[in-house]
């Protein structure tokens, strides 16, 4: 996850559940969990054997297993539903500042729109278009230039490729990439597209 640098909460949330799903797990694989070297396991472990969160079991001096104690299921589900409130608030952020945007192309007189990028911006936008009530817009299609996804769906829409844009009915191409918008911009242009009618997403 790119904007989630694993805080010492969210650390002990994935090691709680990893331990309470697989009882023989290694500081190896553990590591690989947190995202943080093998030599810091066994602090994170002592830490939570503390808390009184987890129990060690020694089968031999090489072969432990860990198990959540009830009190760490407790915190392991806190955990979860704080860390979610978060994502959730942090959703409807994203969601606020889609809809604000949606409701700018819809003040422009635009109806039925093409997207252009099948990425994540333009299932967000998807998502806030269904969950917005008498919008006034009309996704058409969404185009990309990527051939492994022409022809496949996005929650329903089909993805065309950018030489079939003539082929539907619509008022205005959204440019829904960042990181290609520079470059959809100038495929559109060498095409002869009225670049008048062409709205960016990430340029307000």
């Given at each position: ?23 023989d797990c ?37 072969t432990v ?20 409130k ?9 969601k ?14 635009y ?7 099948a990425g ?10 269904r969950?917005?009530?008498?919008n ?33 009915d ?35």
């Amino acid at each position: 996850m790119k904007f989630f640098n694993p805080t010492s909460e969210l650390k002990e949330l994935r090691l709680l559940q990893h331990i309470e799903t697989k009882h023989d797990c290694t500081q190896k694989e553990l590591s690989e969990v947190v995202g943080a070297a093998v030599s810091m396991i066994n602090q994170y472990i002592n830490a939570l054997e503390e808390k009184g969160l987890i129990i060690r079991k020694y089968y031999s001096p090489k072969t432990v297993h860990y198990f959540v104690t009830p009190e760490g299921l407790k915190r392991k589900n806190y955990l979860l539903i704080t860390y979610t409130k978060e994502l959730l608030d942090l959703y409807k952020l994203a969601k606020s500042n889609v809809k604000s945007y949606i409701f700018e192309v819809k003040d422009k007189d635009y109806q039925k729109i093409l997207l252009y990028g099948a990425g994540e911006v333009a299932e967000t936008i998807l998502s806030v278009l269904r969950d917005t009530e008498e919008n006034g817009l009309q996704v058409v299609a969404i185009i990309d230039d990527d051939q492994e996804k022409i022809g496949r769906c996005m929650m329903g829409y089909p993805i065309i490729s950018s030489q079939h844009i003539d082929d539907y009915d619509y008022d205005v191409i959204v440019v829904t990439s960042y990181a290609y918008e520079d470059a959809i911009l100038e495929n559109l242009s060498k095409t002869g597209y009225d670049m008048a009618k062409v709205e960016r997403f990430f340029v307000r």
